[in-house]
């Protein structure tokens, strides 16, 4: 008897250690949609384009930590509009007049950075907050920004696919599932592209989270979701969208900084700008951006909260 007694609890560990390991390590679930608030930008538009407003939500997980989605939203001043017609009247003739540069190091180099993020991004330069994007759902802007600072710089970015429906990862009444990706390029050639490194934070609408598995990084591309006519959806999102899981994670503290270590986490995945946009923020003014390359993680749809990190060692020939 006590020997079975033994081999059953030997059982029930493994089974334990077993049902643990289905999901990376850290990674926390949540069910279901967060109560929302709206947050940033929250006057109407000017202007009579589509538009939602950003709304953000604190969904509380099982273990009781809470948790700020579809990001924690940096206090820093937004960053100067190149297109926005929302707040905007769309083409800013005077982004250059009206851009100021963040001095990071006073004897430093003057670089100047054009972003397009679909739908939201924050920049740090070694470690100091540069600008947050100054829409955060739609309609899509593309904006400007300028330091000053010494070489090495490490760049870090905070690139959210934003949703109207925090804890699921959907968006409108539709409940269909939006995608993500960003672009910048600096003034000293430094562009986004598959040298950089990412990492997802916010995995949602999952089914079964352990579809999420750690190859090189979080890597979410064997969860399932199909495009049909009436946009992205998930098979949990059908019949009960409430259902949908969030597999979340922390921020760590020190990730803005030169020292953090991102090797463990994906090179960043290219994507066309087919794929990610075709929206006047970004097509009116490409040449802006060329040679850069859209990137985000893996999976486009399913990964909403990337950080994507660059460090530039010396300044480019
Ligand atoms: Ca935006
Ligand atoms: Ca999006
Ligand atoms: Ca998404």
């Not at 609890?9 to 069910?31: D, K, M, R, S």
């Not at 083409?91 to 963040?102: G, S």
């Not at 870090?156 to 995608?179: C, I, N, Q």
Request: glycine fraction near 8%; charge should be negative.
């Amino acid at each position: 008897m006590e020997l079975r007694a033994a081999s059953t609890l030997v059982a029930a560990l493994l089974g334990a250690a077993t049902a643990l390991a289905q999901i990376p390590a850290g990674g926390v679930v949540t069910t279901g949609e967060a109560p929302s608030r709206p947050c940033g930008v929250t006057a109407a538009c000017t202007s009579d384009v589509r538009a939602s407003m950003q709304r953000c939500g604190t969904i509380t997980a099982p273990d009781g930590s809470e948790w700020e989605l579809p990001a924690p939203i940096a206090d820093g001043p937004a960053a100067v509009d190149i297109y926005n017609d929302c707040t905007g009247q769309g083409d800013n003739p005077n982004y250059l007049d009206e851009v100021e540069t963040v001095v990071i190091d006073p004897d430093g180099v003057e670089i100047t950075g054009y972003i397009f993020a679909d739908n939201y991004y924050e920049l740090w330069v070694n470690g100091t907050f540069i600008a947050r994007d100054s829409l955060g759902m739609t309609p899509f802007n593309s904006t400007i920004v300028r330091f000053k600072a010494n070489y090495p710089m490490t760049y870090a970015f905070k690139a959210v696919d934003w949703d109207t429906h925090p804890g699921l990862g959907m968006e409108y009444d539709s409940y269909r599932v939006g995608d993500g990706g960003f672009i910048a390029r600096f003034s000293d050639g430094t562009v986004t592209g598959s040298h950089w490194k990412v990492e997802t934070f916010y995995i949602a609408p999952l089914g079964d989270p352990s579809c999420v598995k750690v190859d090189n990084g979080r890597d979410s591309t064997a969860c399932r979701w199909e495009k049909t006519p009436s946009g992205n959806r998930v098979p949990c999102g059908l019949s009960d969208p409430q259902t949908c899981k969030a597999l979340l994670f922390e921020i760590p503290d020190d990730w803005t900084t030169p020292v953090f270590d991102a090797s463990s986490w994906a090179d960043a995945t290219l994507y066309t700008a087919d794929q990610v946009t075709g929206t006047p923020g970004y097509v009116r003014h490409a040449e802006l951006f060329e040679p850069a390359r859209f990137i985000w993680t893996r999976n486009l749809v399913l990964d909403n909260l990337v950080l994507a990190r660059y460090t530039v060692e010396a300044p480019p020939p």
